[in-house]
């Protein structure tokens, strides 16, 4: 069981910048992916960026060129760096570990950080 720990949400002005990390319990094996969902109330859980082992990203269409995602194996980290902020970015933001290449049931969820945008 991997536990994930989110860090960096918070209450932010339309156009300014949060930065959210996560930390794994234990190490991210080359196969794990990785990356940031959110969501918001009565909402469906969608994707904002995932990024594989060797750096290979990918992002939703509205966050492109706004928001960016790293990870760092050694220490068993992800970040999304989230600049020009906007009231519809306002959401609890996941992290998750992805590592149904072991078992289908391996897909592993943070407890989520709240990210409000104000206008």
């Known amino acids: 069981q991997v536990q994930l720990v989110e860090s960096g949400g918070g209450l932010v002005q339309a156009g300014g910048s949060l930065r959210l990390s996560c930390a794994a319990s234990s190490k991210i094996f080359s196969r794990d992916g990785m990356g940031w969902y959110r969501q918001v109330p009565g909402g469906q859980r969608e994707l904002v960026a995932t990024?594989?082992?060797?750096?290979?990203?990918n992002y939703a269409d509205s966050v492109k060129g706004l928001f960016t995602i790293s990870r760092d194996n050694a220490k068993n980290t992800v970040t999304l760096q989230m600049n020009s902020l906007k009231p519809e970015d306002t959401a609890v933001y996941y992290c998750?570990?992805?590592?149904?290449?072991?078992?289908?049931?391996?897909?592993?969820w943070g407890q989520g950080t709240q990210v409000t945008v104000s206008s």
């Open positions: 990024i594989t082992y060797d750096g290979r990203t």
């Open positions: 998750n570990l992805d590592r149904r290449w072991i078992s289908s049931a391996a897909n592993y």
